[in-house]
């Protein structure tokens, strides 16, 4: 008897595709399209509204910084955010807690944010070795090319744990707050059906990680299996450029004329200067990927229409964070930094902290130096590993841009910090270049610039100098809420996002009637006298093709064997646009159909099994039903490599 969790399993199974034909392995007699049918079929009208909620909370769990936002459905007018931390940084005033994370020695969960940040400091350094305390590890989702509900990750001390558990964790910390303080606000016990979650994530996340966040929501109980329409999964910038539509002018700043009046009055929104048809793109920079995507407004509802898939990559704020690093290695050697982290991991975080508030005061006319505070078991560590002083170092490396201050500093010129910055600036405006040069993203009105990292004035004077007045640079005041808030607005009517590309390409494996001279003699297949074309993949959507939301399509298949009992269809994934077979490179299995028919009659001649694929958030839904009976069986598409 298998377990359910081995038929899960069972069910997803992925195919090396290291087979030649992977169909004629398989053994199935498979499918083949019953011409013509090809049809797409629009449902988006009646997609259903679902149930009512009382209240939506958005999380925006971020790679540097995290936090909440929500509104009650009566109110949809007034977003509140999250009720302030205790124990916030000097120079960092926002109302985001860091993404820190601290487990008991025995793996339990203890704390998060700057309350796990804090109490790992005043660890004594024999006991903070035991202690398990992670940072910036949601990059991982991104970096992982195989990622899995098993993937792990290193905490500071060097052991590791599971990644599933840790956002787990982290979901039911946010879960716990807002409950809270919804409670705290109702006078009663907030009952949590009664909210509808959004998370969000970058664009740019592939599939895998989409759904991997998702899998760690129903862990953490923020909603479960059976109602997965309780937690919209929202992708970053389209909740930013939810959010920027709305803004009055004297929430913003346009980099332009940096006044905030610009034409028009200051109550009027920026949606009011955007009319039918207006392009703009949202550049998100965060603390761990930039996300660039472009949108059209759809007038009269202003729906939102994107134009071009999603684009970026991991230049987030982080990439400073290792240059500072690297930096250090230059100067004390590699050698001691690495293990410097690992004994002295607290001690390590302080000096990441006091990096943060420097690297906050980083501007492009800044002529006095940056003082950044070593801790003084960096400077004791490093006369016991080598024998001398911290201030020997700096006087003998080649780093001459950083020097040591009286106060037991590093004193870092200007030019020394704007240099921390440049390779990821340089890796943002090479990608903005790139976006601006296609055809597709001609005429673009505004660009929002949004996410923390859009608070940096480096970044801001080189994106300005880089679009030389072709758009508007417009950023929010609360520029790293930004996305919180379209979060929120997003919950209250996810039907304003209407069209999406599709990241990848869709099909299914079928059998087609095999033509000398067209197909490859190699797929050929014969079967009880008939001779097929083997592996041939059936499209149902392209990679950057348009996707109306909640949209159907729709095909027609038979057996190819017309006595089949069991009808097996096997549904893959590409990040080409074209594919011919399923044997190509890059392509994956993501979901399976298994049809049973036994014991049934078809009374047409051909039985006609209705294959069905419906694009939802991030989740995509494929059925298959039997014509002739009405039979179905569902399967959501699997992106996790089991």
């Known amino acids: 008897m298998m377990t359910e969790k081995e038929t899960a399993t069972e069910k997803i199974i992925t195919d090396a595709m290291a087979n030649p034909s992977p169909a004629k392995s398989m053994g199935d007699p498979g499918i083949t399209p019953l011409s013509p049918s090809h049809t797409q079929q629009n449902d988006t009208d009646q997609v259903p509204s679902g149930p009512s909620f009382m209240v939506v909370v958005a999380i925006d769990f971020g790679t540097t910084s995290s936090g909440y936002a ?87 001390n060097g052991k590791r744990v599971k990644a599933l558990d840790i956002f787990a964790y982290a979901l039911a910390f946010f879960k716990e707050q807002a409950l809270k303080e919804l409670s705290d606000q109702t006078g009663g016990e907030f009952d949590n059906n009664d909210v509808r979650w959004v998370i969000t994530v970058p664009a740019i996340w592939k599939m895998p990680a989409k759904q991997f966040m998702r899998e760690a929501a129903y862990k953490s109980g923020l909603v479960s299996r059976e109602n997965p329409e309780q937690l919209i999964i929202a992708l970053e910038p389209e909740a930013a450029s939810i959010y920027c539509r709305k803004l009055r002018l004297h929430q913003m700043v346009d980099l332009g004329s940096q006044t905030t009046q610009n034409g028009f009055s200051p109550t009027e929104n920026v949606g009011s200067g955007m009319t039918q048809g207006d392009r703009y793109v949202v550049v998100d920079c965060g603390g761990g990927t930039v996300d660039l995507t472009v949108h059209q407004i759809r007038l009269p509802e202003g729906h939102l229409k994107e134009l071009y898939k999603a684009s970026g990559g991991p230049y987030g704020s982080i990439g400073i964070d290792y240059e500072f690093e690297k930096l250090l290695c230059q100067i004390f050697g590699q050698d ?47 006369k016991k590993f080598r024998g001398h002083s911290v201030e020997h170092a700096l006087r003998k490396s080649n780093v001459d841009f950083v020097k040591w201050s009286s106060q037991g500093m590093l004193r870092m010129n200007p030019d020394a910090m704007n240099s921390l910055f440049k390779p990821t600036i340089d890796h943002i405006i090479q990608h903005l270049t790139e976006l601006f040069d296609k055809p597709e993203v001609s005429d673009i009105k505004f660009l929002f610039l949004v996410g923390g990292f859009a608070e940096s004035p480096l970044l801001q004077q080189a994106v300005q100098n880089m679009l030389q007045g072709r758009s508007r640079i417009i950023i929010p005041h609360d520029v790293g809420l930004t996305i919180l808030k379209g979060a929120v607005l997003f919950g209250l009517d996810p039907s304003i996002i209407k069209v999406r590309r599709s990241p990848l390409t869709y099909g299914v494996g079928v059998l087609n009637r095999f033509v000398e001279g067209k197909h490859p003699p190699e797929k050929l297949l014969v079967k009880d006298g008939t001779r097929w074309c083997t592996d041939v993949f059936d499209t149902f959507i392209s990679a950057d093709q348009s996707v109306a939301l909640g949209e159907m399509v729709k095909r027609s298949y038979t057996p190819a064997k017309p006595s089949q009992q069991v009808i097996v269809i096997h549904v893959y994934c590409s990040e080409k646009e ?48 039997d014509v002739s009976t009405g039979r179905t069986v569902k399967a959501s598409i699997d992106f996790l490599s089991h």
């Open 336 to 382: 001691f930094i690495d293990q410097f982290k690992i004994k002295r991991p607290a001690a390590w975080v302080d000096l990441m902290i006091a990096f943060e508030s420097r690297k906050r005061a980083a501007a492009p006319d800044r002529t006095n130096p940056l003082n950044i505070n070593l801790p003084f078991s960096f400077i004791d560590y490093y």
């Open 70 to 156: 929500y509104a009650f459905t009566k109110e949809p007018e007034c977003i509140h955010t999250m009720r302030r931390w205790e124990g916030g940084d000097p120079g960092v005033s926002n109302q985001k807690t860091p993404t820190t994370i601290l487990l008991t020695p025995d793996r339990k969960f203890h704390s998060f944010g700057y309350a796990a940040r804090d109490f790992y400091h005043d660890l004594d350094p024999s006991e903070s070795k035991q202690w398990l305390y992670l940072e910036k590890f949601k990059m991982k989702l991104h970096t992982t090319a195989n990622l899995s509900i098993d993937t792990d990750l290193q905490a500071a």
């Open 578 to 625: 074209n594919v011919g077979f399923i044997s190509e490179h890059g392509v994956k299995k993501c979901g399976t159909l298994r049809l049973d028919v036994s014991g049934t009659e078809s009374t047409a001649p051909r039985r006609e099994i209705q294959t069905l694929m419906q694009f939802g958030d991030t989740e995509i839904r494929a059925m298959a039903v």
